[in-house]
């Protein structure tokens, strides 16, 4: 457990969504990822489901935890300690949402702000090490959609060690951030469109990695989900974004071939 434990620290270590309805997303997800969703039987755990590939876990579907808040998807990134990290959050500007707690005996978790308003969370293991990723229907990508993600960049750099490189992404369409441990590329980060809604916040989008994703698109499309960039070539591959029938914006990905 110790070196899963360890892999994991402050890198992508889970995925979950706060739905409004629950049961509609669990449906809707086993469909378009033939994922196998189970309802955790232990009434601790609030009807929280595990979504699971091949037998192993790749996420989670949970209710909302206050009424009217709306559904999305968390990012949780792996820490050995989360009292610390709340420590450290605070320290680079960020707020402390939900100081540190347990998951039943599975692990604790926190969630936090960052400068520039985006929701992240921290998870450290005790039973539950991660997350199942590197097949397809399971996650592959984060990306940080950034009201001022020159405020965002030193906070992840102070909290996570994150260094970063940064590209141009066309004639007037800014740059695009990588962040990087240890060589490794492990997220992005743009800075939000002026055409987008000005009530939308900063936040994090997760990208799950499929073997096609125009039919996945259509697929999502046609289970009652609501495109919003349809798929186009990027240079690392091919990817899309639909907002799932209870309102949750995800991304499809297929990498190009290396």
């Known amino acids: 457990m110790a070196s899963a434990a360890t892999a994991i620290v402050n890198r992508p270590a ?29 009434p601790q755990y609030g009807g929280y489901a595990m979504a699971k590939v091949g037998g192993k876990d790749v996420a ?36 402390v949402i939900a100081p540190p707690f347990d998951v039943g005996d599975q692990g604790r978790m926190a969630v936090f702000q960052d400068p520039a308003g985006a929701f992240i969370s921290a998870w450290q293991p005790t039973n539950m090490s991660g ?8 996650f592959a990508w984060a990306e940080l959609n950034a009201r001022g993600i020159e405020k965002s960049i030193p906070f992840y750099n102070h909290v996570f060690g994150w260094t970063t490189m940064t590209r141009p992404m066309g004639e007037g369409m800014g740059d695009y951030t990588e962040f990087h ?15 987008v809604p000005a009530e939308v916040p900063s936040y ?4 799950f990695g499929v073997a096609d994703v125009d039919g996945a698109y259509q697929a999502a499309l046609g289970a009652g989900a609501r495109g919003m960039l349809p798929p186009r070539d990027f240079p690392g591959g091919r990817f899309a974004i639909v907002g799932d029938p209870q309102g949750a914006a995800f991304g499809l990905l297929k990498m190009a071939a290396g």
Do not use: C, H
């Open 14 to 42: 889970w995925v979950d969504l706060s739905s409004s309805d629950p049961a509609a997303s669990r449906a809707f997800y086993a469909k378009l990822f033939g994922w196998d969703v189970e309802v955790t039987a232990d």
């Open 60 to 95: 989670g579907i949970g209710p909302t935890q206050s009424p009217g808040a709306p559904t999305a998807w968390m990012l949780y990134i792996g820490t050995p300690d989360a009292e610390n990290l709340a420590t450290e959050v605070r320290a680079a500007g960020g707020s």
């Open 131 to 138: 997350f199942f990723t590197g097949a397809a229907n399971t």
């Open 181 to 195: 441990l240890g060589g490794a590329s492990l997220a992005g980060g743009v800075e939000m469109s002026p055409m």
């Open 204 to 207: 994090w989008m997760v990208y």
